[in-house]
T-cell receptor, first 116, second 113 residues
Framework: AQSVSQHNHHVILSEAASLELGCNYSYGGTVNLFWYVQYPGQHLQLLLKYFSGDPLVKGIKGFEAEFIKSKFSFNLRKPSVQWSDTAEYFCAVQNAGGTSYGKLTFGQGTILTVHP | KAGVTQTPRYLIKTRGQQVTLSCSPISGHRSVSWYQQTPGQGLQFLFEYFSETQRNKGNFPGRFSGRQFSNSRSEMNVSTLELGDSALYLC????????????FGEGSRLTVL
């Protein structure tokens, strides 16, 4: 069975600091990878996704993530965070080779708090 | 275009009752998935429907069921509610391929007393 591990439960940063959120998954097959964000009081929104090709993917709001297949990792990065990035971030994995049909396996989430 | 719409947004029930939640997907999306979100267990997949057929199912008891209508709208039902069913229930829609991006609604927050 798939599982996703996010390294940090809560990260606190000051504005302009750099961000890296860790995500590791366990699954031996081909995967699609996602980062979703949930701002306070809002629905889950897609930040970025990796299906194939360049392992460095860029998403919205200056976020990027790197897929390292040998490490089963998909870490999220942003060079300079803003107060508005305060939210909960979820890494998710999907079986790309089979019939996942709507099923994403999510990590437990990382709460990011950015102080002005 | 309009996003995924879930109703009701909030509801309170007592143990033993049943509840029905509704989800309208993004126009043109034929797949609807349901997730349960709790502080302890995080986001867990319940089931997925496409063209009125359940194609995938998570590890939840039979008290959790769903259906999809010909217009792609979906409902999920939880019978004989337990305190542990208190959660945010999220609906997500997609075009319906074997894999791909999901678009989530704002959720229905269920409290069981």
């Amino acid at each position: 069975a798939q599982s996703v591990s996010q390294h940090n439960h809560h990260v606190i940063l000051s504005e302009a600091a750099s961000l890296e959120l860790g995500c590791n998954y366990s699954y031996g097959g081909t995967v699609n990878l996602f980062w979703y964000v949930q701002y306070p009081g809002q629905h889950l929104q897609l930040l970025l996704k990796y299906f194939s090709g360049d392992p460095l993917v860029k998403g919205i709001k200056g976020f990027e993530a790197e897929f390292i297949k040998s490490k089963f990792s998909f870490n999220l990065r942003k060079p300079s965070v803003q107060w508005s990035d305060t939210a909960e971030y979820f890494c998710a994995v999907q079986n790309a080779g089979g019939t996942s049909y709507g099923k994403l396996t999510f990590g437990q989430g990382t709460i990011l708090t950015v102080h002005p | 275009k309009a996003g995924v719409t879930q109703t009701p947004r909030y509801l309170i029930k007592t143990r033993g009752q049943q509840v029905t939640l509704s989800c309208s997907p993004i126009s043109g999306h034929r797949s609807v998935s349901w997730y349960q979100q709790t502080p302890g267990q995080g986001l867990q997949f319940l089931f997925e429907y496409f063209s009125e057929t359940q194609r995938n199912k998570g590890n939840f008891p039979g008290r959790f069921s769903g259906r999809q209508f010909s217009n792609s709208r979906s409902e999920m039902n939880v019978s004989t509610l337990e305190l542990g069913d208190s959660a945010l229930y999220l609906c997500a829609s997609s075009l319906g391929g074997s894999s791909g991006e999901l678009f989530f609604g704002e959720g229905s927050r269920l409290t069981v007393l």
